[in-house]
């Protein structure tokens, strides 16, 4: 027997092994490379059925329920995984190969019981997911925007909105009055192959196009062609009315009331920054508060909430003032992290266990005299 015969015949030991998860993978084959090695452990299986108990209660009851999430978990112990497959099975249009992707989540649980509750409340309550990695999609700069800002910024583009919020204000505005086609048609007309999408976060075409079109479309409320601007200075928004907005642009876009915003790496983005970690604290209640219990907040990090965990790469003993916006806790063992790994590259065929039991059975005594561990 080689070495090869003894692994699971059905993963090509040769195959590509992620070793990072990101949100950003999205296609039909990551995705189902990524799903099929996904290791559910007995532990990550009851933190499952403990969240979705939670999204259920409060998709049901509405009202102010708690719907903040706090996903933690030391590096490798799929907190990324854990909330990007999660996501993806409550969207019901995200498929693979034309099967629902939460079948396949489905197949990656041990239990019945759990499986049942994820397409009982998945079903019951699809939702529209918009995921931020803070991690690779902050926005460029000297300083660090407020997760609030990011979160909008991403929402935008999720919705396919320019990033200049007077363009999408003006975006928003069109589509609302089913003017869409007609701004389509303009665009080409006065720049020959170009398309919206090519020109809506162009710089030039903001300031030396769309003003000109603007004023066509709407010569009462631009008089002239110089009274669009792109500039948003002075122009101020109350954090509550700007979740409110991305609540409504996500709503109306998708059809679904169900929300779930999923942002990764916020630990480690907030750390101990008081302005930042006060910004998440009122984005999480303005989200409570206006989403009438169908718009949820999951946040992932190494920190837990209720100590300065020894473990976590970036400790912060600030980040427990977040513990009431995110009262409902997944912590995901590091002890999973040795069964992951094992499982996904070392998982042998049944031939293969029967014959390496026989060897140990027969050699395993001598082997454990004659090796020892030096500098471990």
């Known amino acids: ?48 059925r403990k969240l979705l108990d939670h999204m259920q209660l409060a998709m049901e009851s509405g009202g102010e ?100 919020l007077k363009v999408a204000a003006f975006e928003r505005m069109v589509e609302k009055d089913g003017r869409t086609p007609e701004l389509h048609e303009r665009i080409a007309q006065a720049l020959p192959g170009a398309t919206w999408a090519r020109v809506q976060n162009n710089p030039l075409a903001i300031d030396g196009l769309i003003p000109k079109i603007a004023h066509e479309m709407y010569p009462a409320l631009f008089p002239e062609a110089k009274s669009f601007s792109s500039s948003t200075e002075g122009f101020f928004q109350f954090e509550d009315q700007r979740v409110q907005e991305m609540i409504d642009i996500v709503r109306e876009k998708s059809g679904k009331q169900n929300i779930i915003f999923i942002v990764d790496e916020v630990g480690q983005y ?10 998440l604290d009122g984005l999480a209640k303005n989200i409570k508060s206006l989403g009438d219990g169908k718009a949820w907040i999951i946040s992932t990090a190494q920190q837990t909430l209720t100590e300065d965990d020894p473990h976590a790469a970036l400790n ?39 014959e390496l039991g026989k060897l140990f059975e027969a050699h395993g005594q001598a082997l454990r005299h004659n090796t020892k561990l030096q500098d471990a």
């Not at 497959?85 to 019945?112: C, E």
């Not at 907030?270 to 910004?279: E, F, K, M, P, Y």
């Not at 992290?337 to 070392?346: F, G, M, N, Q, T």
Request: glycine fraction near 6%.
């Open 1 to 48: 027997m080689t070495i090869r015969s003894l692994f699971d015949p059905s993963k090509d030991i040769y195959r590509t092994i992620e070793k990072v998860i990101t949100y950003g993978a999205s296609t039909d084959a990551r995705l189902k490379a990524e799903i099929s090695e996904y290791v559910v452990t007995e532990s990550i299986e009851e933190q499952f």
């Open 65 to 164: 329920n708690e719907v903040g999430v706090w996903v933690s978990g030391f590096y490798g112990s799929g907190k990324s995984s854990f909330t990007k497959y999660l996501g993806l099975a409550f969207d019901d249009q995200r498929t693979i190969d034309g099967t629902p992707f939460i079948k396949y989540l489905q197949d990656r649980l041990h239990k019945p019981q759990t499986k049942a509750l994820l397409s009982t409340v998945a079903q019951r309550f699809p939702a529209a997911v918009v995921m931020l990695d803070l991690a690779s999609e902050m926005l460029a700069g000297a300083t660090m925007e407020d997760v609030s800002t990011v979160l909008y910024f991403k929402v935008l583009q999720w919705a396919g909105y320019s990033r200049n």
């Open 270 to 279: 907030v750390a101990s920054r008081d302005n930042l970690i006060l910004n």
């Open 316 to 354: 912060s003993g600030k980040l427990y003032k977040l513990k009431d916006r995110f009262p409902i806790q997944i912590d995901l063992k590091t002890s999973d992290i040795k069964e992951i790994c094992y499982r996904r590259l070392l998982g042998k065929s049944p031939a293969g266990e029967t």
